[in-house]
């Protein structure tokens, strides 16, 4: 019989990380591949991370336009399921030391929060417009390319030491070790032509990445390892800095203070300590430090203390997707599952849209922009806040 070197994972937990992972998926081709024989792989999942032999198989890879390009990486259905195995054990314990006001993949903390908070910044250090504050906007020079993954893993692993205490905690290190190390350009799948890497710049890209450089855009870990990552920069701006005013999305950054000079001493300090301690630049063209009451461009949207709006590109991209799905209806009937996606991608941008002011807007957008014959499949709510399908 063969030596269970990591038994405390049962049978149930891998069952239960199956179940997260299959929200939302389950139409997907992976998930019902995996599905055909469920209860056989998952055992089969089980014992190899048991007797730990479970290593990341091949991921697909694929170029996204919207809202901007990037590199996808999606790892195989299976191993997503380790992915939120892991996660499971540990996201709690990073609830504890992650600062209130980082927004990224957070339960209740999504992109409105963040925008509402630096909002509420802008309005408090400004004195509602009445003093004169100021804005540092700060971005990463390809973030998630440039993460060095040794200092990743000896952050976390001396988290795990530290904050976690079950039983599996050295089998959950070595399957983040596993995760962090894997390499996913290596076998993996293209699932976009080889041209459509031409407009994407070095640095956005895992194939142009250093050795031990970079996590994939795409899976749950490197999104939630991102975040923790800049946890002890977020402490540093709040506690040494002296920084009230402060919000982080992934690696937007805004800071609000009422002193211009302390913004512009503050720019090398934090310069030094993220190429120091993480290894990670600023991108110089993406250092923005203006007057609070001239806004500033943060998740899609331009806030500025009097007001919020929707940002113009996000209304273009509204635009050019009706376009898309306006030539589909020109040149058929759309069935059903068009229809479903055409109502879908509509409902989704005015899903942004409708918590700011952005009536006449969404009532231009959907007036003016959406071809006729969607008319005879679809209907619009009240408020224009929503499309549905008629009857």
């Known amino acids: 019989m063969q030596l269970e070197l990591f038994p405390a994972i049962s049978i149930d937990d891998i069952f239960a990380a199956y179940h997260e992972c299959r929200k939302h998926k389950r139409?997907?081709?992976?998930?019902?591949?995996?599905?055909?024989?469920?209860?056989?792989?998952?055992?089969?999942?089980?014992?190899?991370?048991?007797?730990?032999?479970?290593?990341?198989?091949?991921?697909?890879v694929f170029?996204?336009?919207?809202?901007?390009?990037?590199?996808?990486?999606?790892?195989?259905?299976?191993?997503?399921?380790?992915?939120?195995?892991?996660?499971?054990?540990?996201?709690?314990?990073?609830?504890?030391?992650?600062?209130?006001?980082?927004?990224?993949?957070?339960?209740?903390?999504?992109?409105?929060?963040?925008?509402?908070?630096?909002?509420?910044?802008?309005?408090?250090?400004?004195?509602n417009g009445a003093v004169r504050a100021w804005t540092l906007k700060i971005d990463i020079r390809g973030y998630f390319m440039h993460i060095n993954r040794n200092i990743l893993f000896t952050k976390l692993s001396r988290f795990i030491d530290k904050q976690y205490h079950a039983p599996d905690k050295e089998q959950i290190k070595e399957l983040c070790r596993l995760i962090i190390f894997n390499d996913p350009t290596e076998n993996c799948i293209r699932h976009s032509p080889q041209d459509s890497w031409r407009g994407l710049p070095a640095d956005k890209s895992?194939?142009?990445?250093?050795?031990?450089?970079?996590?994939?855009?795409?899976?749950?870990t490197s999104q939630i390892f991102a975040n923790f990552y800049l946890n002890e920069f977020d402490h540093f701006i709040k506690s040494q800095c002296g920084i009230r005013f402060y919000g982080r999305y992934v690696d937007d950054c805004v800071i609000i203070h009422h002193s211009k000079s302390f913004l512009t001493r503050l720019i090398p300090k934090l310069r030094h300590y993220l190429m120091s301690e993480l290894g990670l630049t600023l991108h110089p063209r993406k250092i923005y430090l203006q007057p609070c009451g001239r806004g500033v461009k943060f998740l899609g949207c331009f806030i500025k203390p009097s007001h919020i709006v929707v940002h113009h590109r996000t209304v273009t991209n509204f635009t050019r997707s009706l376009s898309v799905h306006n030539a589909l209806a020109f040149d058929h009937k759309p069935d059903k599952q068009e229809t479903d996606a055409f109502i879908s991608s509509v409902n989704s941008y005015l899903g942004i849209m409708k918590h700011y002011k952005t009536y006449k807007k969404r009532q231009a957008v959907l007036l003016n922009h959406i071809s006729p014959f969607w008319y005879n499949h679809i209907d619009l709510s009240a408020g224009y806040c929503k499309i549905q399908r008629k009857g």
């Open 63 to 127: 170029i996204v336009n919207k809202p901007v390009t990037r590199e996808i990486f999606a790892a195989s259905f299976r191993d997503r399921i380790v992915h939120h195995l892991v996660i499971s054990r540990l996201n709690h314990l990073f609830e504890k030391t992650f600062i209130y006001d980082s927004y990224s993949c957070r339960v209740g903390k999504g992109t409105h929060f963040g925008i509402a908070r630096i909002h509420r910044f802008g309005r408090r250090c400004s004195q």
């Open 206 to 220: 895992l194939f142009s990445a250093a050795k031990n450089r970079g996590l994939p855009i795409g899976n749950l």
């Open 27 to 60: 139409g997907r081709t992976g998930a019902l591949q995996f599905e055909v024989d469920l209860e056989k792989n998952l055992v089969e999942l089980w014992r190899e991370i048991q007797s730990g032999t479970w290593t990341p198989g091949p991921s697909t």
